[in-house]
C-alpha cells in the first residue's frame, strides 16, 4: 500500500557522483555537441577548468530524483529548474526535496484543484492527483540546480499491462 503523503515531506537525498562518462554521455544523449561538454581543451580554452554537465542531463537526474521516490507509474508532469555552480567531473551531486502542495482530485473538472491542502492534512495517494515538490542540488562548489516538480502520484491499485 502507498503510504499517505504531506506537505512538508522530505524526501531522501538522493548522491550522483559526477564523472566525465555522465556528464558526455548525458550531452551526446541530449544531442548538445557544444565543446564545453566533451573537450576538457576547449572548456579551458573557454574558461572553464573542465568540462560541465549540461542542463538537460541536470533535468534528467532530476526527474530520476522524482520517479525514484514516488516509483515508476509516477508522471512528471512539469520541471522547471534554475541551474547555478556548474557540475565537474569529480564532485558529487546531492539531490534533496521536500513536497509543498498536494492537489486533490477535482471530480466536476477531472483536473487537479490548485488549493494547497495544510500541512496537518494527510492526503492518501489514492485521493492525490498531483504532488509539487521543491528540488535542490548542490555539489562542493554551491547550489547547482533548484526547482520544483509537478508530478501525478501512482495510485496503488494501477496495474501495468502489456509486454
Not at 541530449?30 to 561538454?37: E, G, L
Amino acid at each position: 500500500m502507498t503510504p499517505p503523503y504531506r506537505v512538508g515531506d522530505e524526501l531522501p537525498p538522493l548522491e550522483i557522483p559526477v564523472t566525465r562518462t555522465l556528464i558526455v554521455a548525458g550531452a551526446i544523449a541530449s544531442r548538445d555537441y557544444q565543446d564545453v561538454h566533451h573537450d576538457a581543451a576547449s572548456a579551458r580554452e573557454k574558461g572553464s577548468p573542465d568540462i560541465f554537465m549540461n542542463i538537460l542531463t541536470t533535468n534528467g537526474l532530476v526527474g530520476r530524483y522524482i520517479t525514484d521516490h514516488f516509483g515508476p507509474t509516477a508522471v512528471l508532469r512539469k520541471v522547471a529548474i534554475r541551474l547555478g555552480a556548474p557540475n565537474y567531473p569529480g564532485d558529487v551531486l546531492r539531490l534533496t526535496g521536500r513536497i509543498t502542495e498536494l492537489r486533490t482530485a477535482d471530480a466536476s473538472s477531472g483536473g487537479a484543484s490548485s488549493a494547497d491542502t495544510s500541512s496537518d492534512e494527510v492526503v492518501d495517494a489514492v485521493e492525490a492527483i498531483e504532488a509539487v515538490v521543491q528540488v535542490t542540488g548542490g555539489n562542493g562548489i554551491g547550489r547547482h540546480v533548484t526547482g520544483t516538480v509537478a508530478v501525478t502520484l501512482p495510485e496503488p491499485s494501477a496495474k501495468r499491462t502489456g509486454a
